[in-house]
């Protein structure tokens, strides 16, 4: 009965329909499909699979997720899941079916990925049950190359490749597991499965064949590169060592700066770059600590403008006035220039003088108004961009913890190298980077704010009416991401905050509480007494890599907030509140 609903349904709109895209037909016939899928359970379908699956807990994305008859099975043996579904009243109605925590639901599709590419995830499992044959043949060396980089070191990819007929209305193109297993020898993934079974719909002349293949560990050679350059690359001055932490610091702080350019490289603000420049440099020029053989004292003259600033002072969202503003202004075009002429000229890909990153930059000028400069992102990306190739972007994203203290160790033994009455020990404190420190004053003072407006305040976590035991904390925890941002700052009650400490609240947890999450942002930042609208977003948007197309919308920030918690789960391992 479902299949030929199914294929009257479909033959009725290739007739009348007109499709743009291959998954028209799923959004113009959601229900029809939704029946379909969801008439048989994953582990029939997928029966010779089960051997070969990763264990949970880990992360899948579940490209095509259709009902989200696969995303629920993963979900509900412990993966967290990215489910992907491009026709939206199939998502829709998948959504509402398998509503787990653990599923977050996209609108993204292949070949482009611009979405997750943003989100800055990775997986363990990438799956694609009849998929591939919707990638038309000239998009797919491009998407299998994007599937591939965003496998986990040892994950696994699995295609389901539909032979057979084409119905009417649809828009198939012929798939070859001959050709995936040769790309994927070319990115360095191996055979671990192939079979081929008949259609378990029981459609006539349909059949399925199923690909796994898994990448080894750090297939994409970048920590390699990475190594080389930290540890080989001759060195005459620190500039080197800056850039490569300076990028690290950025993508795990600020992912949501980056803008995929070809599927090769993404695209980062100058102006960003220059600005943990300054940061990374200020502690050290303080200290009067030698960057360069020729200049003992650094960046003496660049650094001396910036005496009245701290070093976390310098974070996008933070506006500065008067001669402070000019200053900062000259040292962000001299640092943009000093970034262009010598570590993004001189850090070359192994043999060769080709430059790895590229720098296109300006002055800037039109950022400074009024003395007044406010570090938005119109103003960051006004000095310029940098190109970083992706797979280097990655590895940053994925590995920053520990690349980060090999970054350190050599650049505390460059310093040694230049001077000789320095403890070693104190280089290496010296380089710490001097993260936010724990601050809840500015939010502590709205909530009073807004009490004498004559509003209540409620613990976002069990939604107690809070009176004396208040705490403003953070909802993802402070020791695990170092983010002093407006949407991760929440009033808790004292008890609720103890038994949380610094752990990482779970899928179900922040679900439960994503209606007070809301109302308090909407309340204290959106609609509060102090102008803190515009702040909030920016900061959401660049903390949380969410795109800037398509509004910025609360549930949108919430959306990001939940894929953040999903990386951090998976990639620093916190226990679980």
Known sequence: MHNTHFLKAIWIFGQNGAMTNPWDVYHQEAKTFFEVYESKPFEVLHADLMGCLPEAPGTVLDLGA???????????????????????????????????????????????????????????????????????????????????????????????????????????????????????SRHGLSVLLRTHAEDALGREGVSWTTLVLQLPEDGTGALTLIRSLILRDRKSSSYKLALLRVLGRIAETHPGTAREEDGEAVELPLGLVALYWLRAYLPLARLGLPQHPQAASGFTAMMSRLKDLDAPQLRPGVSFHGQLAVDLHHSLVEAAQTIRRMPATYLTHPGTQSPIFGVRSRRAGAVLVDESLRLDQEALWAFGSMTVPSHLWRAFRRWGPWIEPLLRQEWAAYMESLIDTRDPRDLWRALTWVDPQRDTREVRTLVEDLRARGQSI????????????????????????????????????????????????????????????????????????????????????????????????????????????MALAHGKLLSAW
């Open 458 to 565: 409620y613990c976002v976590w069990s939604g107690r009416h809070l009176q004396n035991e208040l705490d403003i904390d953070h909802c993802l925890p402070l020791a695990a991401w170092p983010c002093q941002d407006l949407w991760n700052m929440l009033p808790f009650s004292a008890t609720v905050n103890r038994a949380k400490g610094d752990k990482l609240v779970t899928p179900e947890r922040l679900e439960g509480a994503r209606e007070r999450l809301l109302e308090w942002w909407d309340r204290a930042y959106i609609r509060g007494p102090r102008a803190l609208e515009s702040r909030f977003r920016l900061e959401a948007q660049l903390s949380l890599a969410i795109p800037e197309e398509g509004g910025l919308g609360l549930d949108r920030v919430f959306h990001g907030l939940a894929m953040r918690r």
């Open 66 to 184: 259709g009902s989200g008859r696969d995303a629920a099975w993963f979900a509900d043996i412990g993966f967290d899941v990215v489910a992907v579904e491009p026709a939206e009243a199939l998502r829709s109605l998948g959504q509402a079916a398998h509503s787990s925590a653990r599923i977050q639901w996209m609108g993204d599709h292949l070949p482009d990925l611009g979405q997750i590419y943003r989100s800055g995830l990775s997986f363990d499992l990438i799956w694609l049950a009849g998929v591939w044959m919707h990638v038309p043949p000239g998009e797919r060396a491009r998407a299998f190359r994007k599937l591939a980089a965003l496998l986990n070191p040892g994950g696994r990819l699995v295609f389901s490749l539909r032979q057979g007929p084409v119905p009417p209305g649809r828009i198939f193109h012929p798939v070859s597991a001959d050709e995936l297993e040769a790309w994927g």
